[in-house]
């Protein structure tokens, strides 16, 4: 009895649902007729979004401002189903053929050319910016649409980017064929077409700059390795004929020309030297030193600089104090800068001295790095200036006053190389105290 | 005594350098540019050649990939001397074979003699 009545409550709902069911079936059919019209709006909108993705991805891939607008012209014949499109560029020489497609044909172009600026309507929306079509309410400028164009409908979209005019886009068809067409969707055609355009002319004036900016810099490149050959050439053959005089037999019998020919070796030294200064930064000022590092001991190098400043110092009447621990551990090192670093912050040390003062250099190993201090008295660096002597071209009072011609360079540079050698520098001084500059290179694993 | 072949277009430089290494008893034949040197590394076979870079007619560069591509030639150390300086220069030289590159304007002739005789001791140790 329980049972029956269970399966005839069941038999009950079962009914219900498919009441339901049917009802809901009549309301989706209803609604299905409504959707018909809207779907075929839809449609519409498609078609739309279709072509503009279309124009969009090739816009944007495609830099040539012509290719551009063929692209457009081609499209909304082609898609919209507009009979002929054209764009109309004041700014367009005489023999350029402006983009067109469909009825509007190259003897369409030329009559478009001739006519359409002389035409009151077309030209003062040309010039305002202003979309104009024959389906305003104004009947006259319609009608000399129509006959201008030889056309039932047309439609013309200024092409602008921001304040920048490209053109006229003129679109020329039937209506009927193209449906609804609304100003609004040529408007953003056209939006996107000028700001492609756009940016294909920024391209093309970026593209000349950098071709003319490559050419400098390889015209840049050979000056200096010209340059440098050019410069150092006479340069060496001084520094030869010098040292080979200064160990001549005749003249080491006669003490006070020995100290001239060892006074001018010392000052071509300081020239080739303040070449490889120059050269070195204008490599820097491009971005890039040039600077190969290779794994070694730097005691050769440290050896190589003294044998090269030894004389000056001498000269100078100075000491030449070495504390160089034998057998450092080595590190990556680019030798040819290396060098040039330290002999910067030797030349330093030796202008920057007091009467018969002296140069002390000292190396060792700490931790994971070699330290190299360059130590001197002297008129010190001021905490102030110390802060600013790495500047290009910086020099302190008190070093305009000890060394009037010092070019500015040398910590700067010394300061690029180091860092190329991933290592790190820095300063201790103060007014009237000594200074010490010191260079830390990191040991190669 | 060793024979060491000069190839260096300023004169003054290559007679310098060539009197240094006569004064420390080497032999020393002299070339202006790439080419003669060339007909006097094939002419002379010298235990070492003293090579400037640029050069010309031929420069140092080229001279390096003849010698290289010489099997029987190869094996002669070449040090080059130059006044370049860029590091991408010299090591193109070093790249093509050359075993030293000295810049001129950063030693004394008679330093350059020194690497001259520490090349040779290399290569006769090795031997």
């Not at chain 2, 090591?91 to 074979?97: S, T, W």
Request: aromatic share 6%; with cysteine; net charge negative.
């Amino acid at each position: 009895m329980e049972k029956t009545q269970k399966y005839q409550a069941l038999i009950e709902h079962i009914s219900d649902l498919e009441g339901q069911v049917t009802k809901l079936n009549q309301e989706l059919n209803v609604a299905n007729k409504k959707d018909e019209h809207n779907r075929q709006v839809a449609e519409r909108q498609q078609l739309q979004l279709k072509t503009l993705q279309t124009v969009s991805s090739i816009l944007f891939a495609n830099l040539d401002s012509r290719k551009i607008f063929q692209l457009l012209c081609d499209t909304l014949v082609g898609e919209q189903g507009w009979s002929g499109a054209c764009v109309v560029d004041a700014k367009l020489p005489k023999v350029s053929v402006p983009a067109h497609a469909g009825s509007i044909n190259a003897a369409g172009v030329d009559h478009i050319k001739d006519y359409a600026l002389t035409n009151t309507y077309f030209r003062e929306a040309y010039y305002s910016n202003n979309a104009i079509s024959t389906l305003s309410d104004n009947q006259k400028m319609s009608l000399s649409l129509r006959s201008l164009f030889n056309a039932p409908e047309v439609m013309a979209m200024p092409l602008i980017y921001g304040e920048l005019q490209f053109g006229m886009l003129v679109v020329c068809g039937d209506l009927k064929q193209v449906g609804n067409q609304s100003l609004d969707f040529l408007a953003v055609l056209c939006e996107q077409v000028a700001r492609a355009v756009h940016f294909s002319h920024n391209y093309s004036h970026l593209e000349q700059q950098n071709v003319k900016l490559r050419q400098l810099d390889d015209i840049k490149n050979s000056f200096i390795s010209i340059t440098s050959h050019q410069l150092r050439t006479p340069l060496s053959i001084v520094k030869w004929i010098l040292s080979v005089l200064s160990t001549d037999q005749k003249i080491l019998e006669l003490p006070e020309q020995a100290k001239l020919i060892s006074q001018a070796y010392d000052s071509n030294e300081r020239l080739i030297h303040v070449v490889n200064d120059l050269l070195n930064v204008s490599r820097i000022q491009e971005g890039r030193l040039s600077c190969t590092l290779q794994k070694g001991s730097i005691n050769d190098v440290i050896t190589d600089v003294w044998g090269s400043t030894y004389s000056l110092i001498e000269n100078m009447g100075m000491k030449y104090i070495l504390e160089i621990e034998d057998d450092l551990p080595e590190v990556g090192f680019d030798r040819i800068l290396l060098k040039e670093a330290l002999r910067n912050l030797i030349d330093n040390a030796v202008d920057y001295n007091e009467e018969k003062g002296f140069v002390k250099i000292k190396a060792y190993a700490l931790e994971n790095k070699v330290y190299i201090v360059i130590t001197n008295p002297g008129p010190g660096i001021s905490r102030e200036d110390q802060k600013k002597i790495y500047d290009q071209f910086f020099r302190s009072e008190g070093a305009i006053r000890q060394q009037p011609s010092g070019n500015g360079l040398g910590l700067y540079l010394t300061k690029a190389i180091i860092k190329e050698h991933k290592g790190d520098m820095f300063c201790e001084s103060d007014c009237d105290k000594e200074t010490s500059f010191t260079i830390t290179l990191p040991i190669s694993k | 005594m060793a024979k060491i072949l000069v190839i260096e277009d300023e004169i003054v430089l290559r007679e310098l350098v060539r009197d240094e290494l006569v004064k420390a008893k080497f032999d020393v034949i002299e070339a202006k540019n790439g080419r003669e040197g060339w007909d006097l590394l094939n002419s002379e076979k010298p235990d070492l050649i003293l090579l400037d870079l640029l050069m010309p007619v031929m420069n140092g560069y080229d001279f390096l990939i003849m010698m290289h591509d010489n099997a029987a030639l190869r094996d002669i150390p070449c040090m080059v001397i130059s006044n370049s300086g860029q590091s991408s220069d010299m090591n193109r030289a070093f790249e093509l074979g050359a075993k030293e590159v000295l810049i001129k304007a950063e030693f004394n002739p008679d330093q350059v003699v020194d690497k001259v005789k520490k090349l040779l001791n290399i290569t006769e140790k090795n031997s």
